[in-house]
């Protein structure tokens, strides 16, 4: 039997299927601006991935910004709950998964059945998240993914003070102003980013072993800037770290088995 889960984030929607245990396909898509569009894009090209059609799947379980919006799902569950699961099933060992994603950014604490037993939420204004960097890419006339690029490592960041990411833009475009070096303003970026997540992790204290799903998990830069604030080594999950809440929505929906 094939199950699903279906992630509706404010920047991304992810798609997986499961079976027997496994991931078969996934998807991932920008999120357009109806959520019930980009949940069935996605679930479509996951299922042309895998030659199925939506009659093969058993059972759906949705979560994310629009969870409720998603069609052909059969329940819907929080993301801190899916995320916690896929984490678990990805890493057993994770105590405390850092989860930052389009707009949110959370620290989650997990015990060893994967149950959330305590968490941390950002209360900035998309301090730390996808949508963060989205709009320091844009400023510089990058790609978000340009920021993890080898040529973009320095020795000698710019400071990026301000936790509002209006504020921090105006600071951003005064360095590229300034005549300061494009690595040095990307690397001070990632280092921005790694500190208003630190910060997080600081409130909830850490407790290894410690991992990071979310689009900013797919940044090694940033990832490495706060393994160096924490003073932990973060641990990969070892699947794409953007679809874990699907791979846990979709674990969810298995246990729905009849």
Same mark, same amino acid.
């Given at each position: 039997? $094939?199950?699903?889960?279906?992630?509706?984030?404010?920047?991304?929607?992810?798609?997986?299927?499961?079976?027997?245990?496994?991931?078969?396909?996934?998807?991932?898509?920008?999120?357009?601006?109806?959520?019930?569009?980009?949940?069935?894009?996605?679930?479509?090209?996951?299922?042309?991935?895998?030659?199925?059609?939506?009659?093969?799947?058993?059972?759906?379980?949705?979560?994310?910004?629009?969870?409720?919006?998603?069609?052909?799902?059969?329940?819907?569950?929080?993301?801190?709950?899916?995320?916690?699961?896929? *984490?678990?099933?990805?890493?057993?060992?994770?105590?405390?998964?850092?989860?930052?994603?389009?707009?949110?950014?959370?620290?989650?604490?997990?015990?060893?059945?994967?149950?959330?037993?305590?968490?941390? !939420?950002?209360?900035?204004?998309?301090?730390?998240?996808?949508?963060?960097?989205?709009?320091?890419?844009?400023?510089?006339?990058?790609?978000?993914?340009?920021?993890?690029?080898?040529?973009?490592?320095?020795?000698?960041?710019?400071?990026?003070?301000?936790?509002?990411?209006?504020?921090?833009?105006?600071?951003?475009?005064?360095?590229?102003?300034?005549? *300061?070096?494009?690595?040095?303003?990307?690397?001070?970026?990632?280092?921005?980013?790694?500190?208003? $997540?630190?910060?997080?992790?600081?409130?909830?204290?850490?407790?290894?072993?410690?991992?990071?799903?979310?689009?900013?998990?797919?940044?090694?830069? $940033?990832?490495?800037?706060?393994?160096?604030?924490?003073?932990?080594?973060?641990?990969?999950?070892?699947?794409?770290?953007?679809? !874990?809440?699907?791979?846990?929505?979709?674990?969810?929906?298995?246990?729905?088995?009849?």
């Amino acid at each position: 039997m $094939v199950f699903a889960g279906c992630d509706v984030g404010t920047l991304a929607t992810k798609a997986v299927l499961v079976k027997n245990g496994e991931v078969i396909a996934y998807s991932i898509i920008p999120t357009e601006a109806r959520a019930e569009q980009s949940a069935k894009n996605a679930m479509s090209q996951a299922l042309s991935k895998a030659g199925l059609s939506t009659d093969d799947v058993e059972y759906c379980v949705a979560c994310g910004w629009g969870a409720g919006r998603v069609p052909f799902a059969n329940e819907t569950m929080s993301e801190m709950r899916c995320g916690a699961a896929g *984490a678990h099933w990805l890493l057993p060992s994770a105590r405390t998964v850092i989860d930052a994603g389009g707009l949110i950014t959370r620290v989650v604490h997990i015990d060893e059945e994967g149950r959330v037993i305590d968490y941390v !939420v950002n209360d900035k204004c998309a301090s730390g998240s996808g949508r963060f960097l989205e709009i320091m890419a844009e400023a510089l006339e990058l790609k978000p993914d340009d920021f993890d690029s080898p040529s973009f490592r320095s020795a000698n960041p710019v400071n990026i003070t301000s936790q509002c990411s209006v504020f921090a833009e105006s600071e951003v475009i005064t360095y590229v102003n300034e005549g *300061a070096e494009l690595a040095d303003i990307v690397s001070g970026i990632n280092k921005s980013i790694a500190l208003r $997540v630190s910060t997080l992790v600081g409130r909830l204290g850490v407790v290894e072993d410690v991992t990071m799903i979310g689009g900013i998990a797919k940044n090694q830069a $940033v990832v490495e800037r706060l393994e160096e604030q924490i003073g932990v080594r973060i641990k990969k999950v070892g699947q794409e770290p953007q679809i !874990v809440q699907a791979i846990g929505a979709a674990l969810i929906a298995q246990t729905k088995e009849k």
